[in-house]
């Protein structure tokens, strides 16, 4: 693989591989856009790209793929290359060996757990970014949902990212850059990650097989990035049981989405919040397309009522209960969804 193998990010592609072949990278970098836009894929072929042991590859700015190190970075086994995320992050945490019996178990409890990246990894993490490299190449730090540290974690970066050692380079991943601190934000070469296009969403999904019900309307539904096209699918397959008539869902089928919701409460939020983000753009839609002005008001209330129902979810509202309730509020309204 190589930058080449991710669609849609041409321009952010063009100016990393002009950094690796200038050899001259600042010290910290921030991807920000939109999740599922290849933000975190795009920063491991980066460092691909820079620790290449294939001087053709070397001089486009681009990887081989195939050289001890390429692989080494795909396998996640690059001594010098490190990905912060909350799976690094529970990782960390649990206390199990990771060879002993229910280890898998716990670690995804702790996964399910994680809402922030913490202090206690940001200090492993520099303390990482100041020893000796292992190779001769670069040394990449990436810290992915940079937007989840608080003020310690984020204190506790800041100068590191400020003056790296030679040959070393941060790479902050965010989908929220207006939420973090302006301390970090000042210290970092921004760079943009685009939405995707409908084109290139239906190209992504068709190449990695990924298996879609509804692959035109879920490209519609995506907001532009595959995790909202695959969550999408999953909102559309699971409101196919309320059987939408031309101008809404048959009686029983606000009940029957929800029945259809899982069991665990995590699932079942995830699922409802798929649900509503489909709905939510529906409506939009049909908001953003009425003459009529009576129409665009019950629109704009409805909608309304749903940034009510999102911001529900969070607390301790039953999801089954929002879906339901949802639904039934766009009884009547003509809003089309399939
Ligand atoms: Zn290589």
Redesign the pocket.
Known sequence: MSFDAILGQSKAQDYLKKLVRSGQVPGALLFYGPDGVGKAKTALEFA?ALN???PL?RQTGD?????A??KAISQAMHPDVTFVDFMYQARLEVKKDFSSKGYQEELEKEIAKQQHINVDTIREVTAKSQQKAAGPGWKVLIIDQAQTMQGAAANALLKFIEEPPQKTVWILITNKRTTMLKTILSRCQPLAFAPLSFETIGQILMQTGAETQYPDLCAKYSGGSISGALKADQALTLLSVAEFGPTGVNAQGPSAVAAELSRTLVSARQEAAAILDVLFMALHRAWKETDNETTRRTYQNTLEQFENYKRSLSRNVSPALLVETALMSLDGLNVPIF
């Open positions: 691909k290449c042991q294939d590859a990887s081989c793929g195939v050289c190190s390429c």
